[in-house]
């Protein structure tokens, strides 16, 4: 039976060549143990990835959206054939042809000939099919060959050569990871910098801290973005560790883990000729058969993307919370305008870019939950749901690179400062009497705080009027330095309490004595 797969119902639009010859009807006949199949006569993928496109017609996002995905495949072929070459099961001639086609696709050529859907049943194999096909038409056409005269060349009998999807596939996803975990912390790290920048700009910018959405205590604008950089930095770090753990691999494992149709010399010739390709420290696994079946690194790394997506999308709440308004809200610091942000509102323009991010971090959040549920769902030798889970580590990856870069360049870079309106808040905010509490009491301050919101007077004027001490003296308590910790207090501190200020025992003219030493003697 002779089976046409029409292009109309490809897993992607790369499948729908669009070539002359496509479009003429050209095809070629290739055969698999199923039977015949009518391929686009240019096609440099044959029957199995055929089969998959009608079979899969799901994501409609074919693999090449992955383009580390679809350059480790050729890294990982290139390797094999190297080793094969080497242990001598395979021609030179035809492993030096399959490592050139390697080559031109990790170079960019024939990526749109990865067309299988990034969602497919079969564990991956339509993926590696798909990698064994085009790797040898690309490597039959360079000889002179046409395509699919796989006599001369065959996408398993030569390029898949000592290997099964089982082992190849997996190794091919966690460099495929390697590759875009790179980028990431590349971002990572400059967005950390663009933070840590920003605290040192707004050192000295006084605002109020607030706690639970209320008032709290005084402290700098400088010191929140330093705080904002050190969450970063902590989550670069546990990217740094988790990479390691991508390097180890099951190549030489075949099937199950146990090396049937391997040569015993394969599994750590394929190691040392991929670390040569990639400079990576790849190391083969110790237990095959675990190493075959199981998923944790995959877990382990959804979940560090996890951590670092919520705790920057919880930063970026704090940034809007900090930009709402301009008006009505907080409006301590001024967001970059990107674009308008109302079809009715004129001159409305909103935080799109951390909401952007805070999209991205919930789509992660939810690929943790999915890669959970695939990497539970294995069964006995073999976990049949890889696919969908590096579909939601490389999209998360993607997406989480694409989304910091996006919030460096286009909003923390740009973000300034309302002066005006910080220096008012805490001008007028009650929470810098927490900086007099140790010297006139809690009871005491707590009074003041009471009537300055009562009142909405000064902190200051109601502690010198009160005769707690002198106005140089709680001016210097409630400067920036110390509201905000940056000059430490080191001196013993006696409470003033307020029955000595009622019989005239206490200093009238301020606390401590006059060498300014911060104690009041009794």
Not at 51 to 75: G, K, M, Q, T
Not at 171 to 189: G, N, W
Not at 212 to 232: C, I, K, N, R, Y
Not at 385 to 401: G, K, R
Request: glycine content about 8%; some cysteine.
């Amino acid at each position: 039976m002779t089976t046409t797969v029409p292009t109309g119902t490809a897993d992607s639009t790369a499948a729908a060549t669009s070539t002359d010859a496509t479009r003429s009807g050209a095809t070629r006949t290739e055969t698999d143990s199923l039977g015949s199949v009518e391929i686009p006569a240019d096609a440099y993928w044959g029957v199995h990835t055929a089969r998959a496109l009608e079979n899969f017609p799901i994501s409609r996002r074919p693999i090449s959206v992955y383009p580390d995905l679809v350059n480790a495949l050729a890294i990982v072929k290139q390797a094999a054939a190297r080793a094969n070459a080497e242990i001598g099961v395979l021609d030179r001639a035809k492993a030096d042809a399959i490592e050139a086609a390697c080559e031109r696709i990790r170079a960019g050529e024939f990526h749109d000939q990865f067309v299988v859907g990034v969602i497919q049943g079969g564990a991956g194999t339509s993926t590696n099919m798909n990698a064994n096909e085009v790797i040898a038409n690309v490597a039959l056409a360079a000889g002179g060959h046409p395509l699919g005269d796989y006599d001369a060349l065959h996408p398993l009998d030569d390029v898949n050569r000592s290997q099964s999807t089982n082992d190849v596939y997996p190794t091919a996803v966690k460099l495929a990871m390697v590759f875009s975990l790179q980028r990431l912390m590349v971002e990572h790290e400059q967005l950390r910098d663009s933070f840590a920048a920003k605290g040192v700009e707004f050192g000295h910018v006084l605002k109020v801290g607030r706690t639970q959405l209320q008032d709290a205590v005084p402290m700098t604008l400088g010191q929140e973005f330093h705080g904002f950089a050190t969450t970063l930095t902590e989550d670069l770090e546990r990217l740094r560790h988790t990479m390691p753990l991508l390097w180890e691999i099951n190549l030489g494992a075949t099937a199950i883990g146990t090396g049937i149709t391997a040569d015993p010399n394969y599994a750590a010739t394929v190691c040392r000729h991929l670390r040569d390709l990639t400079g990576f420290e790849h190391v083969t696994a110790a237990d095959l058969v675990e190493a075959t079946s199981d998923a944790g690194v995959f877990m382990t790394l959804s979940g560090v993307l996890k951590r670092s997506a919520i705790k920057l999308s919880k930063i970026c709440n704090d940034l809007r919370l900090l930009s709402s308004g301009p008006q009505a809200g907080l409006g301590e610091i001024n967001l970059p305008a990107r674009q308008a942000g109302s079809s009715i509102m004129p001159g409305k323009v909103n935080p799109v870019i951390p909401e952007v991010v805070n999209q991205v971090a919930f789509s992660v959040a939810g690929a943790d939950v999915t890669i959970t549920m695939a990497a539970e769902g294995g069964q006995l030798q073999l976990n049949a749901f890889e696919p969908v889970i590096a579909h939601s580590l490389l999209q998360s990856l993607a997406w989480m690179t694409q989304g910091w870069r996006t919030l460096r360049i286009n909003c923390i870079d740009g973000i300034t400062a309302n002066l005006d309106r910080l220096d008012t808040m805490v001008s007028t905010s009650v929470g810098v009497v927490t900086a007099l509490t140790p010297y006139i009491g809690y009871t005491a301050a707590s009074a003041l705080a009471k009537t300055a919101l009562l009142t909405h007077r000064n902190i200051a004027d109601l502690v010198v009027e009160a005769g707690l001490m002198s106005r140089e003296r709680v001016m210097k308590l409630i400067s920036p330095a110390r509201l905000s910790g940056i000059e430490a207090i080191t001196a013993a501190i006696d409470v003033v309490e307020m029955e000595e200020l009622a019989d005239g025992t206490g200093p009238a003219d301020g606390i401590g004595p006059a060498d300014g030493t911060g104690e009041h003697q009794r």
